[in-house]
């Protein structure tokens, strides 16, 4: 962003933060259950990763989203033979998706995502009340 | 001078509205790990602005970070409820100022009017 940050950027990226978090909520629920024939192969939940942004020209600080990084979770392995993709020991390994977790995630998501709307509201209304003034 | 014009409510809206980007922030890094939640103590940033500084000066000086309630474990200290009522204290805060400037306006206003 050119120039000073002002409130309309922090809200900006705070929200589009905000919806990485939860585009990757999305893609982990989407993956859950994916099963494959081997352990390295397995889908492992992603997470974005944030920090703070600080703007020294305005004090603003606004959220930077710093990565969206896999989660270190060992795959689990299920013992089901019949499956095609099961290795020589009848073995297939699959995603380890907590989907409660990744609701709490969504919620906590949209939550904030409301908050920033709300805040933003409030303070876009006193703007227009200080440029209207007669 | 508009400053002359407004007395006190010129620096008072510019230090609420300073104060309302700074719980936007907050309000904005509520899930980033380890953010220190930052405050404008506005009494004494009005204090020092009516003392002769200017309010970007008066309002660093008295930015303080906020003391949490119950401390998170990731080292983040923004909690939600404190910072929406400091949000709406601040807004309610600023809506009062801008009624004393217009009026104040409305005076002058009156005062030119040839009827």
């Known amino acids: 962003m050119s120039g000073p940050m002002n409130l309309f950027g922090v809200a900006q990226r705070g929200m589009s933060a905000q919806l990485v978090r939860m585009n990757a909520a999305a893609s982990n629920l989407a993956n859950a259950g994916s099963v494959s024939g081997t352990e390295q192969g397995a889908y492992k939940p992603i997470r974005a990763v944030f920090s703070e942004d600080l703007d020294r020209a305005s004090g603003l600080s606004t959220v930077a989203v710093s990565g969206v990084m896999r989660e270190k979770a060992a795959a689990v392995r299920q013992h089901n033979p019949d499956h095609p993709l099961a290795d020589e020991n009848g073995d297939v390994w699959s995603a380890p998706v907590d989907e409660n977790a990744e609701m709490v995630e969504m919620l906590e998501a949209s939550r904030q995502y409301q908050n920033m709307v709300e805040a933003l509201s409030t303070a876009k209304n006193l703007m227009l009340e200080t440029m209207r003034m007669k | ?115």
Do not use: C, W
């Open chain 2, 1 to 115: 001078m508009p400053q002359d014009l407004f007395g006190i409510h010129g620096k008072a809206l510019e230090l609420r509205s300073q104060r309302m980007g700074v719980i936007a922030s907050n309000i904005a890094n509520a899930g980033t790990p380890g953010y220190k939640a930052r405050d404008i103590d506005f009494t004494a940033a009005i204090k020092a602005a009516d003392a002769g500084a200017g309010t970007d000066q008066a309002a660093r000086s008295s930015t303080l970070y906020r003391v949490p309630v119950m401390p998170s474990l990731d080292g983040n200290t923004v909690e939600l409820q404190n910072e929406q009522l400091s949000f709406s204290e601040n807004a309610v805060g600023y809506s009062t100022t801008l009624e004393f400037i217009r009026s104040r306006v409305d005076t002058v206003k009156r005062a030119l009017r040839v009827d």
